[in-house]
């Protein structure tokens, strides 16, 4: 069965640090897809990274970075120099190849006080 | 660009009456969705669509319908409400898949109920 796991429920830093959100995933499939959305405090959903299985390079974008490792089933985001409009809850999420439906972790809500 | 939109954006229910969440896309996506998010839980399909005319159930069904007769529209119907059915609910829409692919999902901007 598929299944996402963010362990870390809240997540608090202060301005500037980084902060690593853990994401690990299970799926029985050779080819799926990895998903990171942000929900600020708005409430919409915000797409911000697909990855497919097959390619684990890391990626870049500003200071969002993503380490994705097959080894370990693991798909982290670190946000470098973090500021306060980075709070919101992320989430990681999994889909199979053939399909668009997502599975979806249960969120990691991060706080980013001034 | 409107993007995916869903109306109403908040809605107070009375158990056992009835509602329809109304959803529209203007991108020319084939899928949709239907997703529910309780508090402290990540988002849980509920109905998709992979076209006009054609749904299917996703994890959690009991308590909704859906029927899709254009591309655009994707509406959730509830029928007699339940206090379980208090949520947040998204909407969502994609291209779909082509050759293996996956595509991102794009969501509307969520209908809260609650059921009282």
């Known amino acids: 069965a598929q299944k996402v796991t963010q362990a870390q429920t809240e997540i608090s830093v202060v301005e500037k640090e980084d902060v690593t959100l853990d994401c690990v995933y299970e799926?029985?499939?050779?080819?799926?897809?990895l998903f990171w959305y942000k929900q600020p405090p708005s409430g919409e959903l915000v797409f911000l990274i697909r990855?497919?299985?097959?390619?684990?390079q890391n990626e870049i974008s500003g200071r969002y970075s993503w380490n994705f490792q097959k080894s370990t089933s693991s798909f982290n985001f670190t946000i470098t120099a973090s500021q306060v409009v980075d709070s919101a809850v992320y989430f990681c999420?999994?889909?199979?190849?053939?399909?668009?439906?997502?599975?979806f972790g249960t969120g990691t809500r991060l706080q980013v006080f001034p | 660009n409107a993007g995916v939109t869903q109306t109403p954006k908040f809605r107070i229910l009375k158990i056992g009456q009835s509602m329809t969440l109304q959803c529209t896309q203007d991108?020319?996506?084939?899928?949709m969705y239907w997703y529910r998010q309780d508090p402290g839980m990540g988002l849980k399909l509920i109905y998709y669509?992979?076209?006009?005319?054609?749904?299917d159930k996703g994890e959690v069904p009991n308590g909704y319908n859906v029927s899709r007769s254009t591309t655009e529209d994707f509406p959730l119907r509830l029928e007699l409400a339940a206090p379980s059915q208090t949520s947040v609910y998204f909407c969502?829409?994609?291209?779909?898949?082509?050759?293996?692919?996956?595509?991102?999902?794009?969501f509307g901007q969520g209908t809260r109920l609650t059921v009282v």
């Open positions: 990855r497919n299985s097959f390619d684990e």
């Open positions: 991108m020319n996506h084939n899928y």
């Open positions: 969502a829409s994609s291209y779909g898949p082509g050759q293996g692919r996956s595509t991102e999902a794009f």
């Open positions: 669509s992979v076209g006009a005319g054609i749904t």
């Open positions: 999420a999994l889909s199979e190849a053939g399909t668009d439906k997502l599975i």
């Open positions: 799926t029985r499939d050779t080819t799926y897809y």
